[in-house]
């Protein structure tokens, strides 16, 4: 038995634990990440791909506060595509096809080489815990060792408990290929008194490529784009691939394939009673695709490459738990896959987690200091979702063994807090996904100006590298120059330039180069980071008069996030609250009237009479001073 000392420890190996490992070990303390196998670091259990609706823009957020998940992604990406193109900037979305094996070694590379940071293979069994205090101040492994902590981040992912249903048969297991972890499921429940439940998520197949009839399906090819998700290029990351630009391919389920699971669905966990978990709505199963939605003769698939030295392929958007034997057969109902061949068969997979209820807006427990959770444990689903919030608790539990005040970042700042706001805030009864539409202020949270939304905080906050955050001010500075100029200069007719930018809707390529006197404003075409400035000036000349408007709504945000909420306030002896409300006041305990705003049930007039109460008592504490 041995024991060792650190500021931090981090608990797992997915997205959620490298990224708040990396962020504490930034903050500048010292960091131990404790997982149950080191070549599963960062592992792509499900899909090969970072990025998507709403998430692309969360990894933007995430490398502007310099996380390593969208350099990672770039140098490990043999696909990109940006989303919602036919839509406004404001929801247009980044996506990245990866080579999950690169990237999981690359990603596991970029820790080893991290100062402060610490990797040991283990299973956390237990925790250390100061009762006087209420401080978990530690974990212990299967070894007996002990991991003294100041602070310890859990992010355990579809660990706790974890069972995978094949059908009728099931097993322990964490994922495929990996053991579940009981033994600190039952210490959170029993001796830390946290509320659990149990969720449920989903893989599909893998198939063999030389099995599939490509030419019965339509071919999605990368977009033509200079872009990465990395606003900081690092050649530095390896290992790296060498073929960008691998296609996906799209095909159709069919009638058939859905009259074979209406017949099979005796054999389904979901609906023999065999799964207890709550599975996500906005990820179902093919299963629930085709019980819930009757009238569709058909469903969307694609076919996505594992890697590029893999002949492995994912199928998206089938989903299933049942038996192999019916996996296949119902694939051959599919064209193109008429003879496929299953490398590895898709299942469901249940697991505990934490109500996020348990939480406040830092990502730390309420009941107990120094225990901070992130990921699946808090009930998301997704990687992007899981490591951003990795990354906010590793830096606040950093933050807390250093004696620094919290960071809670808001909606109006960022994807990442209407994503942690949400959690705390709202009742979570199913796998939370993060979707554009969540967010009042979207218009202001673009994929294309996270850097200027975060990456200053992130520096004064210790977690953005010297060097990235000179490239961002070498950057910022030369969007301001460009964007004066573009201001100062007028054409014949009156307009300036920047009103001619407009005209373009916010499209880098509807400019005209014989409209605007591009050269005469000291643009040179020539250099990327130029091409950079004018994509994100053109954006910002569309939105300028939108985002005049959205500020006003902003402010009214912020004035009430000004009102914070005393932690030991007893809401039974505020005269005019519903018993309602003050049931939910009390379970989320909210921060601030901003938040107790955003509560479920909660009304307008409530929310005067909290504001009212709050102003009688700093009243009277300043009249006691």
């Known amino acids: 038995m041995q024991e060792e000392n650190y500021d931090v420890a981090v608990v797992g190996g997915g997205h959620a634990a ?23 670091i960062a592992q792509m259990s499900c899909n090969p791909c970072i990025g998507g609706i709403a998430k692309g823009i969360v990894v933007r957020e995430i490398d502007a506060m310099g996380g390593a998940m969208a350099a990672v992604a770039d140098a490990s990406r043999i696909q990109f595509r940006m989303l919602n193109r036919t839509k406004g900037p404001a ?19 970029v820790l080893e080489q991290t100062e402060n940071l610490t990797i040991r293979q283990g299973m956390a069994m237990d925790f250390l815990v100061d009762e006087t205090s209420s401080a978990v101040c530690g974990v212990t492994d299967q070894f007996g060792n002990k991991f003294h902590a100041k602070a310890v981040v859990m992010a355990t992912g579809t660990f706790l408990h974890g069972k995978m249903h094949y059908g009728l048969q099931n097993f322990a297991g964490g994922r495929a290929g990996d053991p579940p972890s009981c033994e600190i499921s039952v210490a959170l429940k029993d001796k830390l008194k946290l509320k659990m439940g149990r969720l449920k998520t989903g893989t599909p197949p893998r198939l063999i490529k030389n099995s599939i009839d490509f030419s019965k399906m339509r071919v999605q090819e990368s977009d033509e784009s200079e872009e990465f998700f990395s606003c900081f290029p690092d050649d530095s990351i390896h290992p790296q691939t060498s073929n960008r630009n691998m296609p996906c391919h799209m095909t159709y389920t069919t009638a058939e394939t859905a009259e074979f699971v209406k017949a099979n669905l005796d054999k389904a966990p979901m609906y023999n009673g065999l799964i207890e978990g709550i599975g996500t709505r906005y990820c179902p199963s093919f299963e629930d695709k085709v019980v819930r939605f009757p009238d569709h003769e058909r469903h969307l698939l694609y076919l996505e490459p594992e890697g590029e030295y893999t002949d492995e392929y994912y199928v998206n958007g089938i989903s299933t738990s049942l038996p192999p034997e019916i996996q296949t057969a119902m694939l051959h109902t599919v064209p193109g896959l008429e003879h496929a061949e299953i490398a590895r068969y898709a299942y469901a997979i249940e697991y ?76 979570i009864v199913e796998p939370y996904r993060l979707f554009t539409s969540r967010a009042e202020y979207r218009l202001s949270l673009r994929q294309d100006n996270a850097d200027f939304r975060l990456s200053e905080k992130a520096y004064n906050w210790g977690i953005l590298p010297e060097y990235k955050y000179r490239q961002f001010k070498t950057y910022s500075d030369r969007c301001a120059e460009l964007e004066e100029a573009f201001k100062a200069k007028h054409i014949p007719g009156g307009r300036s330039c920047w009103d001619l930018l407009k005209d373009c809707n916010g499209r880098f390529e509807a400019i005209d180069p014989a409209v605007i006197p591009l050269a005469d404003l000291g643009y040179n075409g020539e250099d990327p980071l130029e091409r950079r400035v004018l994509r994100q000036l053109v954006i910002r000349s569309h939105y300028e008069g939108y985002l005049r408007q959205e500020a006003i709504a902003v402010g009214h945000l912020r004035a009430l996030e000004s009102w914070q909420i005393p932690g030991e306030l007893d809401y039974s002896t505020i005269p005019g609250l519903r018993n309602e409300s003050r049931m939910k006041l009390k379970k989320v305990m909210p921060g601030t009237l901003a938040q107790a705003s955003r509560i479920d049930g909660v009304t307008p007039a ?20």
Request: with cysteine; proline share 2%; charged share 25%.
């Open 606 to 625: 409530e929310i005067a009479l909290l504001q009212v109460h709050i102003a009688r008592l700093r009243k009277t504490q300043k009249d006691d001073v």
């Open 91 to 109: 929801v247009w979305s980044p996506r990245e096809q990866c080579d999950k094996v690169c990237y999981q070694r690359a990603m596991k590379r």
């Open 18 to 40: 490298v990224e708040a490992a990396l962020a504490a070990a930034r903050a500048g303390a010292k960091t131990l990440m404790l997982t149950i196998n080191l070549d599963h």
């Open 352 to 427: 505990d987690f934490v109500y996020p209820d348990e939480l406040n807006r830092s990502l730390a427990i309420k009941k107990w200091k120094g225990l901070y959770h992130a990921g699946q444990i808090n009930g998301t689903s997704g990687y992007e979702e899981a490591a951003v919030q990795g990354l906010i608790a590793g830096l606040n539990a950093a933050r807390y063994a250093q004696g620094k005040s919290q960071i809670e970042p808001g909606r109006d700042e960022a994807y990442t807090g209407v994503l942690i706001d949400d959690l705390v805030t709202k009742e």
